[in-house]
């Protein structure tokens, strides 16, 4: 089985609609992410989490909210989707400084807001 | 602010050849990380390889190799002995010691390995 599980794995939304995105993990690390995938800008980070108590804002937040229900889930929810949302989005997990920046990355969902 | 550039967006090998891929990065840090991911059809990312700042010696998983050349601010990846699995989109990506959870990545080489 996977390590890091992204459902759904495609979603087609109409603008205006709340969407969540969920992810689970078996690797038993504290730290997950939310990361967005645009042709020809890279990954973007939306947002992280060290814990369950602590979540973080990452580089480009607005529009998304995120949930961490367990050390093990971490969802991810446009709250009313726009069509520049479309994106191809990735949770990613992460062991413990100094290996932190190994990220182990779900298979994305790709999402089409229409 | 830290950029990474992936000046190649498209390259080509030979199955059994050797490619590399070319990086560079502009930061002010003097600690900080360098990653190589790959990004098969099937989407999903995968780390390749790593190289910490401080370790003067390139890094090497297995078929695959990094030149580091701080100085110039330069990481390429090499893939020796291609195979066709090898086939894929390659970021490089950054990222600044000290705790940080910024990964900036560059915009991706993509490899085509002609049988």
């Known amino acids: 089985d996977a390590d890091v599980t992204q459902t759904p794995r495609n979603r087609i939304t109409k603008t205006g609609k709340r969407i969540m995105l969920e992810c689970s993990q078996t690797?038993?690390?504290?730290?997950m992410y939310w990361y967005r995938q645009d042709p020809g800008l890279g990954l973007r980070l939306i947002y992280y989490?060290?814990?369950?108590?602590?979540?973080n804002k990452g580089e480009i937040s607005d529009g998304y909210s995120v949930s961490r229900q367990a050390q093990a889930k971490f969802s991810l929810s446009l709250e009313s989707a726009i069509p520049n949302q479309t994106a191809l989005y990735f949770c990613?997990?992460?062991?413990?400084?100094?290996?932190?920046?190994?990220?182990?990355f779900g298979p994305g969902t790709r999402l089409t807001v229409t | 602010a830290q950029t990474v550039t992936q000046s190649q967006p498209e390259m080509s090998v030979q199955e059994a050849e050797t490619v590399t891929l070319s990086c560079t990065y502009d930061?002010?840090?003097?600690?900080?990380?360098l990653f190589w991911y790959k990004q098969p059809p099937s989407r999903q990312m995968i780390l390749v390889i790593r190289?910490?700042?401080?370790?003067?010696q390139n890094a090497t998983e297995n078929r695959f190799s990094v030149n580091f050349q701080k100085a110039a601010k330069s990481f390429s990846l090499k893939i020796s002995d291609s195979q066709l699995g090898d086939a894929a989109m390659y970021f490089c990506?950054?990222?600044?010691?000290?705790?940080?959870?910024?990964?900036?990545f560059g915009k991706g080489t993509k490899l085509t390995v002609n049988p």
């Open positions: 989490s060290f814990d369950v108590k602590d979540i």
């Open positions: 990506a950054y990222r600044r010691g000290g705790g940080s959870e910024k990964l900036v």
């Open positions: 990613a997990t992460s062991d413990l400084p100094p290996r932190a920046g190994d990220k182990y």
């Open positions: 190289q910490e700042a401080y370790k003067q």
């Open positions: 930061t002010s840090e003097s600690d900080y990380y």
């Open positions: 690797k038993g690390h504290d730290r």
